[in-house]
């Protein structure tokens, strides 16, 4: 079993979030989460999940979201404000983390090394441990100062991974698109999944006779 971080920040895509919650559990993966003020009105608005009252009240909504039964399934919840929490420490040994929404505010704060809540200072411990951290964009157009930002993680360390579905397995549903999403942030923490069609390769043979002239 794995232990892994998954943050929430702001910026749509809740649904990437709840679905990798999910299949890390179902996986019987331990998770650390913790999920910011504009991450739970995201969550709210696109899911439905309210997040209200104290952590303990949260943690319980959020797993009835998941249709958690079982109190033996790995999930604990951190405050954002909680810098004292066990995922703010580089003692802390865990397998990697992802924060999916990452807003671009979120972006900015780890870029700058500006730990200023419990998200950027897990995701600052993350790289200077040397540990996997996946970070979700969702966001377009971009601007300057968004690429630079993401050029500066990257530099640090960090995994790039906007939340682009492509087409090529032929979704049908929003949820075939979320999981491609998924599926390639589960491929980069090494957790083994089937939860989309990859590509095969069918049908290549047709275009390389294409003339391109």
């Known amino acids: 079993m794995s232990t892994f971080v998954i943050a929430i920040s702001g910026g749509s895509g809740a649904p990437y979030a709840l679905r990798l919650l999910e299949v890390l559990l ?4 331990e998770v650390k989460a913790v999920v910011s003020p504009a991450g739970e009105k995201i969550l709210d608005i696109e899911c439905g999940v309210r997040l ?18 079982s109190s033996e399934v ?32 979120t972006m900015g704060r780890i870029a700058n090394g500006i730990s200023s ?10 790289l ?3 540990r996997r951290l996946i970070v979700v964009p969702r966001e377009t157009p971009v601007s300057e100062i968004h ?22 397995h032929k979704p049908r549903t ?20 089937h939860i989309f069609e990859r590509w095969k390769g069918e049908g290549v043979s047709k275009f390389l006779s294409i003339d391109d002239e």
């Open 117 to 126: 809540d419990l998200i950027s200072r897990a995701a600052d411990v993350a």
């Open 174 to 193: 929003i949820s075939d698109m979320v999981d491609m999403i998924v599926s390639r942030i589960l491929d980069h923490l090494a957790v083994e999944n």
């Open 52 to 69: 209200r009252g104290s952590i303990i009240d949260k943690q319980t909504t959020l797993r009835k979201a998941l249709r958690i039964d």
């Open 147 to 168: 690429l630079r930002n993401m050029l500066a993680v990257t530099r640090a360390g960090a995994i790039v991974l906007p939340a682009m579905p492509g087409f090529y």
């Open 26 to 29: 179902s996986g019987e993966q």
């Open 74 to 105: 790995g999930l604990e919840l951190y405050d954002h404000k909680n810098l004292a929490a066990p995922i703010s420490s580089g003692s802390f040994a865990c397998d990697g983390m992802v924060i999916v929404p990452c807003s671009g505010g």
């Open 128 to 130: 200077k441990e040397r």
